[in-house]
């Protein structure tokens, strides 16, 4: 793999679904160990942004940039080093666990006999790894579509709403193995409308409204006066 | 009261109908394109259909619903859990996705007709078997020309809106040489005078279909397949 | 395009008033009479149709590609007015096939040829009206491969016997029949052009007026 990258950088993006802007001239720029929190309410661009970032959805304008290559010229070598979480699974709900983590091990050009194992392991589902997913139960599905976003080992792990679904201890999981990819060099982008969960693990904070960075800063206290300021509801 | 409810239903659905004639014109337009299927299954100059022509026409139009269908459904899978997304988004050659989703649907078609084949030669008493190699060479060549595009249309309908009527409504139009071809060649076969090198004719003119249809689909389905 | 436009109307309107006047003149044809005047409609609507057809696969082609907003707007001018030039062919042709064959209508090549491309762009207009978004991308494969559908229907259907007239009639009309017709096939390709042009304008203020709101939201 030759496309990796230790930054990744968006440069007034801005995305138009017809008359509505979803997202509007974003620029931010978020390097290795970094785990930056992109927060905002319902409908403020976040999941476009993600889809941006994901090289699934193009900008009407301006670019994004990994280490300095563009979606548009290394397609492939980028994709295979972004890990995407998103709103929808992504799962084969007829496949058993073991199935679709050893589909899209084999997609990513990966022998699928170590990772699939560690990656049941990680999410807790060895005893039930040969079970079809659509049996699962929401939070189980989301550990399981987490450590198949993450299976290839991506440089940019992208999240939209990771804990969506998941009981307290497992949102503690789940956070513990986001801040340990963090610190293993990962570049974490997480979009979450709960700024609970997301305080304490992200190192950074990039708010946004309506399609607009309305702020990004370090994570610290007074994190919730400030979103709420800036957010206003 | 039991009347007022009905009033009310039917109120309703002409106020929303109204507003945009979405189903009035897509099932006037699916209505036309059948006709224009049976009239080529079915008409040859006018004249009135003969005996050999109505086992071909049905087998024919078996496969074309049944295709539907399947391309259908099979792209439904895709879409429930945004699965169409993972496969994007996979360093994988995109075009080669494309060919695996055909190649499924086409053994998903070969294992219906199958089925099909026998059940309309009992039922129409059609000596379909007696040229089972040159009846294989067009069933393969015509379910792979109908697999082709809409294999292609289907993978771009994934994202849209109204796809379950817009597939048939895209689809039909293209695959009527498909149709053409497999219904003559498939009566040439089926006539009081068999010819098989009009069969083989016809299936030269699917094998091309083929040729040119894959090829442009898997040049365009990249660039179509990125929002 | 701009500049040339209210010109080249002006020269549109004034071959379609003065057309009636060439084919009044023109010989009368001695078997069908009157009725052989449709043809210097008819075979004009049906270059218009062709010419548009190509003009929307080509636009879908560059907006395919290139992601250009001004291939699309040209994709859907093209498909708009191909399916407007199509109706007429359609219209004036069983009108005089009624008279010719004693059939309103035939299951020949160009017969077949001409339904089928009116409905894959009548599919073409519904897709975009009811497709959602992502449809302009789809429409645009949709000229494309319609495109290459032709020859394909071409030689399906030239295997059943044709009895339209040949194409070979073109050249071989007489001198007095030929130059209104080659006129009136002029007339109809300009009017073509000028409605594709307007069509395409049309679209491309669309896209400036949602430029517009966009701007408006951002301030």
Same mark, same amino acid.
Not at chain 1, 203 to 228: M, N, Q
Not at chain 2, 33 to 58: Q, Y
Not at chain 3, 76 to 88: K, L, R, S, T
């Given at each position: 793999?030759?496309?990796?990258?230790?930054?990744?950088?968006?440069?007034?993006?801005?995305?138009?679904?017809?008359?509505?802007?979803?997202?509007?001239?974003?620029?931010?720029?978020?390097?290795? #160990?970094?785990?930056?929190?992109?927060?905002?309410?319902?409908?403020?661009?976040?999941?476009?942004?993600?889809?941006?970032?994901?090289?699934?959805?193009?900008?009407?304008?301006?670019?994004?940039?990994?280490?300095?290559?563009?979606?548009?010229?290394?397609?492939?070598?980028?994709?295979?080093?972004?890990?995407?979480?998103?709103?929808?699974?992504? *799962?084969?709900?007829?496949?058993?666990?073991?199935?679709?983590?050893?589909?899209?091990?084999?997609?990513?050009?990966?022998?699928?006999?170590?990772?699939?194992?560690?990656?049941?392991?990680?999410?807790?589902?060895?005893?039930?790894?040969?079970?079809?997913?659509?049996?699962?139960?929401? #939070?189980?599905?989301?550990?399981?579509?987490?450590?198949?976003?993450?299976?290839?080992?991506?440089?940019?792990?992208? *999240?939209?709403?990771?804990?969506?679904?998941?009981?307290?201890?497992?949102?503690? #999981?789940?956070?513990?193995?986001?801040?340990?990819?963090?610190?293993?060099?990962?570049?974490?982008?997480?979009?979450?409308?709960?700024?609970?969960?997301?305080? #304490?693990?992200?190192?950074?904070?990039?708010?946004?409204?309506?399609?607009?960075?309305?702020?990004?800063?370090?994570?610290?206290?007074?994190?919730?006066?400030?979103?709420?300021?800036?957010?206003?509801? | 009261?039991?009347?007022?409810?009905?009033?009310?239903?039917?109120?309703? @659905?002409?106020?929303?109908?109204?507003?945009?004639?979405?189903?009035?014109?897509?099932?006037?337009?699916?209505?036309?394109?059948?006709?224009?299927?049976?009239?080529?299954?079915?008409?040859?100059?006018?004249?009135?259909?003969?005996? @050999?022509?109505?086992?071909?026409?049905?087998?024919?139009?078996?496969?074309?619903?049944?295709?539907?269908?399947?391309?259908?459904?099979?792209?439904?899978?895709?879409?429930?859990?945004?699965?169409?997304?993972?496969?994007?988004?996979?360093?994988?050659?995109? $075009?080669?996705?494309?060919?695996?989703?055909?190649?499924?649907?086409?053994?998903?078609?070969?294992?219906?007709?199958?089925?099909?084949?026998?059940?309309?030669?009992?039922?129409?008493?059609?000596?379909?078997?007696?040229?089972?190699?040159?009846?294989?060479?067009?069933?393969?060549?015509?379910?792979?020309?109908?697999?082709?595009?809409?294999?292609?249309?289907?993978?771009?309908?994934?994202?849209?809106?109204?796809? @379950?009527?817009?597939?048939?409504?895209?689809?039909?139009?293209?695959?009527? $040489?498909?149709?053409?071809?497999?219904?003559?060649?498939?009566?040439?076969?089926?006539?009081?005078?068999?010819?098989?090198?009009?069969?083989?004719?016809?299936?030269?003119?699917?094998?091309?279909? @083929?040729?040119?249809?894959?090829?442009?689909?898997?040049?365009?389905?990249?660039?179509?397949?990125?929002? | 395009?701009?500049?040339?436009?209210?010109?080249?109307?002006? =020269?549109?309107?004034?071959?379609?008033?003065?057309?009636?006047?060439?084919?009044?003149?023109?010989?009368?044809?001695?078997?069908?009479?009157?009725?052989?005047?449709?043809?210097?409609?008819?075979?004009?609507?049906?270059?218009?149709?062709?010419?548009?057809?190509?003009?929307?696969?080509?636009?879908?082609?560059?907006?395919?590609?290139?992601?250009?907003?001004?291939?699309?707007?040209?994709?859907?001018?093209?498909?708009?007015?191909?399916?407007?030039?199509?109706?007429?062919?359609?219209?004036?042709?069983?009108?005089?096939?009624?008279?010719?064959?004693?059939?309103?209508?035939?299951?020949?090549?160009?017969?077949?040829?001409?339904?089928?491309?009116?409905?894959?762009?009548?599919?073409?207009?519904?897709?975009?009206?009811?497709?959602?978004?992502?449809?302009?991308?789809?429409?645009?494969?949709?000229?494309?491969?319609?495109?290459?559908?032709?020859?394909?229907?071409?030689?399906?259907?030239?295997?059943?016997?044709?009895?339209?007239?040949?194409?070979?009639?073109?050249?071989?009309?007489?001198?007095?029949?030929?130059?209104?017709?080659?006129?009136? =096939?002029?007339?109809?390709?300009?009017?073509?052009?000028?409605?594709?042009?307007?069509?395409?304008?049309?679209?491309?203020?669309?896209?400036?007026?949602?430029?517009?709101?966009?701007?408006?939201?951002?301030?």
């Amino acid at each position: 793999m030759t496309a990796d990258f230790d930054r990744v950088e968006a440069a007034e993006v801005s995305r138009n679904f017809g008359r509505r802007r979803a997202v509007t001239r974003v620029s931010f720029s978020v390097g290795r #160990g970094e785990v930056l929190g992109l927060l905002g309410p319902n409908g403020a661009g976040k999941s476009t942004l993600i889809g941006m970032l994901a090289t699934l959805v193009t900008p009407t304008s301006g670019t994004i940039r990994y280490g300095g290559r563009t979606a548009g010229d290394a397609g492939p070598d980028i994709r295979a080093r972004i890990g995407l979480l998103a709103h929808e699974l992504y *799962l084969y709900p007829e496949l058993s666990a073991h199935q679709n983590l050893e589909f899209f091990a084999q997609l990513y050009g990966l022998r699928p006999d170590g990772v699939v194992g560690a990656a049941l392991e990680s999410a807790g589902l060895m005893d039930r790894s040969h079970d079809a997913v659509s049996s699962f139960s929401r #939070g189980m599905r989301q550990k399981l579509a987490l450590e198949r976003a993450l299976l290839h080992r991506p440089r940019l792990v992208l *999240l939209d709403e990771p804990f969506t679904g998941l009981d307290d201890s497992a949102v503690t #999981g789940v956070s513990e193995r986001l801040r340990r990819l963090a610190s293993e060099g990962a570049i974490v982008i997480l979009a979450t409308h709960d700024l609970d969960l997301a305080d #304490g693990l992200v190192t950074r904070v990039a708010i946004v409204r309506d399609g607009k960075l309305v702020s990004d800063e370090p994570a610290g206290g007074g994190l919730r006066g400030r979103y709420r300021t800036l957010v206003g509801r | 009261m039991f009347l007022k409810t009905v009033l009310l239903v039917v109120k309703k @659905d002409f106020a929303i109908e109204v507003k945009s004639y979405e189903i009035l014109s897509t099932t006037l337009f699916f209505a036309v394109t059948c006709v224009l299927i049976f009239s080529f299954a079915f008409v040859r100059e006018a004249e009135p259909i003969s005996k @050999d022509m109505v086992p071909s026409g049905v087998l024919w139009i078996a496969v074309a619903f049944a295709g539907l269908l399947a391309i259908g459904r099979v792209f439904e899978r895709e879409r429930y859990s945004e699965t169409m997304r993972a496969l994007l988004l996979a360093p994988a050659p995109r $075009p080669a996705i494309y060919l695996g989703k055909l190649v499924g649907v086409v053994l998903l078609l070969f294992a219906t007709e199958a089925l099909l084949v026998p059940m309309i030669a009992l039922i129409f008493q059609a000596p379909l078997f007696r040229w089972a190699v040159p009846l294989s060479g067009l069933l393969v060549t015509g379910t792979i020309g109908f697999a082709t595009v809409g294999t292609l249309f289907a993978a771009m309908l994934v994202r849209s809106r109204a796809r @379950d009527v817009m597939l048939p409504i895209l689809l039909y139009p293209f695959t009527i $040489p498909v149709l053409i071809g497999g219904v003559w060649g498939t009566a040439a076969l089926l006539g009081d005078e068999p010819s098989v090198p009009v069969a083989t004719m016809w299936t030269g003119l699917l094998a091309a279909y @083929d040729v040119v249809f894959v090829t442009l689909a898997l040049w365009t389905f990249e660039p179509l397949m990125t929002e | 395009m701009k500049k040339a436009f209210v010109p080249l109307l002006i =020269v549109a309107t004034l071959m379609f008033a003065y057309a009636p006047v060439m084919i009044a003149q023109a010989p009368f044809e001695s078997t069908m009479f009157l009725l052989q005047k449709i043809m210097y409609f008819h075979v004009p609507s049906w270059f218009a149709m062709f010419a548009a057809v190509a003009i929307s696969a080509i636009g879908g082609i560059w907006y395919i590609f290139t992601n250009d907003k001004r291939g699309d707007q040209l994709a859907v001018a093209g498909a708009e007015v191909a399916v407007m030039f199509g109706a007429m062919g359609l219209t004036t042709g069983p009108l005089w096939a009624y008279k010719a064959w004693g059939v309103a209508w035939q299951w020949d090549a160009k017969l077949t040829i001409a339904l089928l491309l009116e409905l894959t762009f009548i599919a073409y207009l519904l897709l975009r009206k009811y497709g959602g978004p992502g449809s302009d991308k789809l429409s645009a494969g949709v000229a494309l491969f319609g495109l290459a559908n032709v020859p394909f229907v071409y030689y399906a259907v030239q295997l059943w016997r044709t009895i339209h007239p040949l194409n070979t009639v073109v050249p071989s009309l007489p001198p007095g029949m030929r130059e209104p017709f080659w006129f009136c =096939v002029f007339g109809f390709l300009l009017l073509m052009t000028l409605l594709v042009a307007m069509r395409a304008r049309l679209e491309r203020l669309r896209t400036t007026l949602d430029d517009l709101y966009l701007a408006d939201d951002e301030s």
